[in-house]
């Protein structure tokens, strides 16, 4: 993209941005005189564009607040990975600041996709064991793909030692073909 097309994409964005707040900005403004009427109609026109963005924010916080442990320890995990991501690409003199962050966006954002969409399945299920169950794998299924990074790095960054050789093979397996029995067969083994 060139600099003239992104300096004109930014000032539409720019344009856009105060044609959408000016109303509030005017609702409150005590430098311009407005008649009651003018005032009654910018508090419609901000309640009308703020409502639904107050409703998502306050909706996301409180779902992040149900689910803040488990999300606190994704957080974790994902940052790991972005570390040992750095550190494998280094190692290997491959890395490239943009596409590191252009791929641990994707991840971040297909990560929290999939927890939130499968989460949202789960309220259909009546409370009791099976809610449970669903919710632990739900889980696991969210932590897999980052810790699967996580492996396939380590075992770069220590050449082959850790995590041992079979482990990787069966992940690559668990990859190709979703066989994650096989895969928490051999982790059973390992205990």
Known sequence: ??????????????????????PIILLFTTKIK???KDRIGFFIESFFKLAPIVFIVNSAFN?????EAFLYGLYGVLFVNAVFGICTHAKLKTLDIGEFAKSTL??????????????RVNNSIPEGFLSIAFTSSVQILTLMFPLAKILRNSFILTNGKFPPEFLIEKLYNYERDGNIKSFLEILKKEE
């Open 1 to 22: 993209m060139n600099q003239s097309n992104f300096y004109s994409k930014v000032k539409k964005w720019l344009i856009y941005l105060t044609l959408f707040f000016t």
């Open 34 to 36: 407005l008649t009651e």
């Open 63 to 67: 779902w992040h607040n149900e689910h």
């Open 106 to 119: 994707i991840t971040i954002v297909v990560v929290s996709g999939v927890y939130f969409s499968l989460d």
